[in-house]
T-cell receptor, first 115, second 112 residues
Framework: DAGVTQSPTHLIKTRGQQVTLRCSPK?????VSWYQQALGQGPQFIFQ???????QRGNFPDRFSGHQFPNYSSELNVNALLLGDSALYLC??????????????FGNGTRLTVT | LAKTTQPISMDSYEGQEVNITCSHN???????ITWYQQFPSQGPRFIIQ???TKVTNEVASLFIPADRKSSTLSLPRVSLSDTAVYYC?????????????FGKGTTLSVSS
């Protein structure tokens, strides 16, 4: 039973560029949440997708957008990259929108470096 | 969403029991408590979850007093491999689209 898989594992981009990160949820899960984790900090919630729609959003600018596909996989897009976007981007999946009785399962993230 | 407060760091030795306490004074009636563990360069991993009283699984126990304003994660007989960051989160069990908010967590260092 595959867990949450994310690709790529590492990525280096230049300021102003755009990036797309991908996530496949754990088998049986239908909800995907994205988090940004800066070095030494806890993960910060970006947004959550359920039934192919963004259901909740954290305090992130519109440069951060996403998509969920019919097979429940998801993409995170970041436009006009800034140096401050350098972080570990984590994808988490769960069954249903509330993680009560269905805890979040995290992937190992994509390490994004913006130069 | 209820905020949580945890110690920044804790030190322990192998074989000892470790108790990490989390304060959540503004916890709401429908809120539940979840703990995650994170190793460097990995995503957080679910440890345990509870609503009230005591919950125990194969790796930890979670103690929640009657007022639910705090909770304590208990790790029995820790080993070097338990060195990690531990996060306490509070979330609404009934609210659709609940986003769990992570704080900075507690860095546990286990020595031999």
């Amino acid at each position: 039973d595959a867990g949450v898989t994310q690709s790529p594992t590492h990525l280096i981009k230049t300021r102003g560029q755009q990036v797309t990160l991908r996530c496949s949820p754990k088998s049986g899960h239908d909800t995907v949440s994205w988090y940004q984790q800066a070095l030494g900090q806890g993960p910060q919630f970006i947004f959550q997708y359920y039934e192919e729609e963004e259901r909740q959003r954290g305090n992130f600018p519109d440069r951060f957008s996403g998509h969920q596909f019919p097979n429940y996989s998801s993409e995170l897009n970041v436009n006009a990259l800034l140096l401050g976007d350098s972080a570990l981007y984590l994808c988490a999946s769960s069954l249903g929108q509330s993680s009560y009785n269905s805890p979040l399962h995290f992937g190992n993230g994509t390490r994004l470096t913006v130069t | 969403l209820a905020k949580t407060t945890q110690p920044i760091s804790m030190d322990s030795y192998e074989g000892q029991e470790v108790n990490i306490t989390c304060s959540h004074n503004n916890i709401a009636t429908n809120d539940y408590i979840t703990w995650y563990q994170q190793f460097p360069s990995q995503g957080p991993r679910f440890i345990i979850q509870g609503y009230k009283t005591k919950v125990t699984n194969e790796v930890a126990s979670l103690f929640i007093p009657a007022d639910r304003k705090s909770s304590t994660l208990s790790l029995p007989r820790v080993s070097l491999s338990d060195t990690a960051v531990y996060y306490c989160l509070v979330g609404d069990a009934d609210q659709a689209g609940t986003a769990l908010i992570f704080g900075k967590g507690t860095t546990l260092s286990v020595s031999s």
